[in-house]
């Protein structure tokens, strides 16, 4: 019985050195804050949205198939990311490879829980209608999927809700979807998971929105937004923090009590990118405002926002915006904007008053909708036949896709480095050059997975606008079910 003792060992050995790898992050006045060190976090982000908005559907997700996030997750950290935002889920598919593999990655995950399939998202022109019971099954599915991963930084509650053809009562709305959120979250997770709001840049009414979100209200605190995610793509090619707006948005944001990063970014109106708003963004003058962001988007779609292009067979073509990308990155100064900063992590929130909103039209009261009817029973008792989420061992090493350069020349022995506890992936951690010298990680050897790169989503078929999700496809939705695979699956 000994050789399958130390087996059992080995495979326990296996899953604790998979087990923990990041260490989960909180908010702490208007920064992101590591709970172990308290170091500053900032987000060094991708858009991860293989396919576009229509690369989604009951079957598949971007975070469903783990030969294509060990792909993509190795290729991340050779750029030198530390956070993916994902926009549409399916809570009853298995995603337990993809987040334990960007968790081994050091990589952070921030996640809408909103789908464009029918209850699933608040119609912005008449969200009554939408803020139903049948819509939490999705809201606090994505919850339940997702809570026990540590690399788990928040939850986006909604994303361009807000907008001029929103209904004057969409913000109570929204907010009632984060109280809802994080009451859940306190009573089913075993921590505080952030939720926050992303935003349209309209500038007319974001601080409004901003204003709306952060504020506290003494008989509602759970309804305050934990962070606040702006889309923004005023830095075109070659500008300066003055040419660009950004001085206007940091001036903007330098009273804000919550952390505020752009949840996209990367405007491509000057082709190819060189990303020289990172340099500002991570720079002394943003750096008390923002708290980083995430370029928008990982990979080739029709709307031209791509870092890497995907071929049919899953292989990869690494494009010269992700060279760039990743010249910006080795640039910064990763200790400087990890320095913890007490001024910021003690800056507290104002009460909500109507003179938080400035223009008429935005609503400017707190009184926000009930729930629906079965919601405070979930809160209570847990969402009914719910996916339960858990960490899978993760093994590293040598993807099973080719990955070629912009030049056509094949980037050889790209591997996923699976990170100690609580590391985080950094800039040049793994440097640039992994076609040269690149030390072979240690006995873990190959990849996990077979080589099913059949499988290969991300084909670049659908336009979708750079603010993704509004134009909502009619698709209908059967009777959600497989709930319970999840579960089998571990048995
Ligand atoms: C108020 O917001 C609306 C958009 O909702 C905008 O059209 C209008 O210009 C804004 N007014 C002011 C004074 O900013
Ligand atoms: C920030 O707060 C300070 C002090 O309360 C105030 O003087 C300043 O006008 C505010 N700035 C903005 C942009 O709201
Ligand atoms: C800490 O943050 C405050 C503003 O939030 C800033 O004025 C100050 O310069 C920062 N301190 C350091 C050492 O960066
Ligand atoms: C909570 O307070 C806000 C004002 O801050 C008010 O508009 C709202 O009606 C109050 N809600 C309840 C349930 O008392
Ligand atoms: C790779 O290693 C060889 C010999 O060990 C060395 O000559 C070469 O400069 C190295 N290349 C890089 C990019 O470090």
């Given at each position: 019985?000994?050789?399958?003792?130390?087996?059992?060992?080995?495979?326990?050995?296996?899953?604790?050195?998979?087990?923990?790898?990041?260490t989960p992050l909180k908010v702490q006045g208007?920064?992101?804050?590591?709970?172990?060190?308290?170091?500053?976090?900032?987000?060094?982000?991708?858009?991860?949205?293989?396919?576009?908005?229509?690369?989604?559907?009951?079957?598949?997700?971007?975070?469903?198939?783990?030969?294509?996030?060990?792909?993509?997750?190795?290729?991340?950290?050779?750029?030198?990311?530390?956070?993916?935002?994902?926009?549409?889920?399916?809570?009853?598919?298995?995603?337990?490879?993809?987040?334990?593999?960007?968790?081994?990655?050091?990589?952070?995950?921030?996640?809408?829980?909103?789908?464009?399939l029918t209850n699933g998202y608040l119609d912005?022109?008449?969200?009554?209608?939408?803020?139903?019971?049948?819509?939490?099954?999705?809201?606090?599915?994505?919850?339940?999927?997702?809570?026990?991963?540590?690399?788990?930084?928040?939850?986006?509650?909604?994303?361009?809700?807000?907008?001029?053809?929103?209904?004057?009562?969409?913000?109570?709305?929204?907010?009632?979807?984060?109280?809802?959120?994080?009451?859940?979250?306190?009573?089913?997770?075993?921590?505080?998971?952030?939720?926050?709001?992303?935003?349209?840049?309209?500038?007319?009414?974001?601080?409004?929105?901003?204003?709306?979100?952060?504020?506290?209200?003494?008989?509602?605190?759970?309804?305050?937004?934990?962070?606040?995610?702006?889309?923004?793509?005023?830095?075109?090619?070659?500008?300066?923090?003055?040419?660009?707006?950004?001085?206007?948005?940091?001036?903007?944001?330098?009273?804000?009590?919550?952390?505020?990063?752009?949840?996209?970014?990367?405007?491509?109106?000057?082709?190819?990118?060189?990303?020289?708003?990172?340099?500002?963004?991570?720079?002394?003058?943003?750096?008390?405002?923002?708290?980083?962001?995430?370029?928008?988007?990982?990979?080739?779609?029709?709307?031209?926002?791509?870092?890497?292009?995907?071929?049919?067979?899953?292989?990869?073509?690494?494009?010269?915006?992700?060279?760039?990308?990743?010249?910006?990155?080795?640039?910064?100064?990763?200790?400087?904007?990890?320095?913890?900063?007490?001024?910021?992590?003690?800056?507290?929130?104002?009460?909500?008053?109507?003179?938080?909103?400035?223009?008429s039209t935005f609503y400017n009261a707190w009184?926000?909708?009930?729930?629906?009817?079965?919601?405070?029973?979930?809160?209570?008792?847990?969402?009914?036949?719910?996916?339960?989420?858990?960490?899978?061992?993760?093994?590293?090493?040598?993807?099973?896709?080719?990955?070629?350069?912009?030049?056509?020349?094949?980037?050889?022995?790209?591997?996923?480095?699976?990170?100690?506890?609580?590391?985080?992936?950094?800039?040049?951690?793994?440097?640039?050059?992994?076609?040269?010298?690149?030390?072979?990680?240690?006995?873990?050897?190959?990849?996990?997975?077979?080589?099913?790169?059949?499988?290969?989503?991300?084909?670049?078929?659908?336009?979708?606008?750079?603010?993704?999700?509004?134009?909502?496809?009619?698709?209908?939705?059967?009777?959600?079910?497989?709930?319970?695979?999840?579960?089998?699956?571990?048995?």
């Amino acid at each position: 019985m000994v050789a399958s003792y130390s087996g059992l060992l080995t495979a326990i050995c296996a899953l604790a050195g998979s087990a923990a790898a990041v260490t989960p992050l909180k908010v702490q006045g208007k920064d992101f804050v590591n709970s172990k060190t308290g170091d500053r976090f900032q987000i060094l982000g991708v858009d991860y949205q293989p396919g576009g908005s229509s690369g989604f559907s009951k079957d598949s997700d971007p975070l469903s198939d783990g030969d294509i996030c060990m792909r993509d997750a190795a290729l991340m950290q050779r750029l030198g990311v530390n956070t993916i935002r994902v926009y549409n889920l399916e809570p009853s598919l298995d995603h337990n490879k993809c987040a334990s593999i960007f968790n081994a990655a050091g990589i952070y995950m921030i996640l809408d829980v909103n789908s464009p399939l029918t209850n699933g998202y608040l119609d912005r022109s008449a969200p009554w209608t939408t803020y139903t019971n049948a819509y939490y099954k999705q809201v606090f599915g994505v919850v339940e999927a997702f809570k026990t991963f540590d690399n788990v930084l928040g939850f986006f509650a909604g994303n361009e809700v807000i907008n001029e053809e929103a209904t004057r009562l969409a913000p109570a709305y929204v907010r009632a979807v984060i109280r809802d959120m994080k009451d859940y979250i306190a009573k089913q997770a075993d921590r505080a998971i952030p939720v926050g709001y992303s935003a349209a840049d309209v500038r007319e009414i974001l601080m409004d929105t901003s204003n709306y979100f952060e504020c506290d209200m003494k008989n509602s605190t759970s309804s305050r937004a934990d962070f606040f995610g702006l889309n923004s793509y005023s830095w075109c090619g070659d500008a300066s923090y003055k040419s660009s707006g950004y001085d206007v948005l940091t001036q903007d944001f330098s009273n804000a009590s919550l952390p505020v990063f752009f949840s996209e970014y990367g405007c491509n109106a000057v082709k190819p990118r060189i990303f020289t708003e990172v340099q500002s963004l991570y720079g002394e003058e943003m750096t008390q405002a923002f708290s980083g962001g995430l370029v928008y988007e990982w990979t080739q779609e029709e709307n031209e926002f791509g870092l890497v292009k995907i071929e049919d067979d899953g292989s990869v073509e690494t494009l010269v915006d992700y060279d760039n990308l990743q010249k910006q990155f080795n640039k910064l100064d990763i200790s400087r904007i990890s320095a913890s900063n007490d001024t910021q992590t003690s800056v507290t929130p104002p009460t909500c008053d109507p003179s938080l909103i400035t223009n008429s039209t935005f609503y400017n009261a707190w009184n926000l909708p009930e729930a629906p009817s079965k919601v405070s029973d979930y809160i209570k008792n847990g969402l009914p036949h719910k996916p339960v989420g858990s960490l899978v061992p993760v093994t590293g090493g040598k993807i099973s896709q080719k990955v070629v350069d912009h030049n056509g020349n094949e980037i050889k022995n790209v591997e996923l480095k699976v990170l100690a506890n609580d590391a985080v992936n950094t800039p040049s951690a793994l440097n640039a050059d992994t076609s040269s010298n690149s030390s072979t990680s240690s006995a873990t050897g190959s990849a996990s997975g077979t080589n099913t790169a059949s499988s290969a989503s991300g084909t670049a078929t659908k336009t979708n606008a750079a603010s993704s999700l509004n134009g909502f496809p009619a698709v209908t939705l059967g009777g959600l079910s497989g709930f319970f695979m999840l579960l089998a699956s571990l048995l």
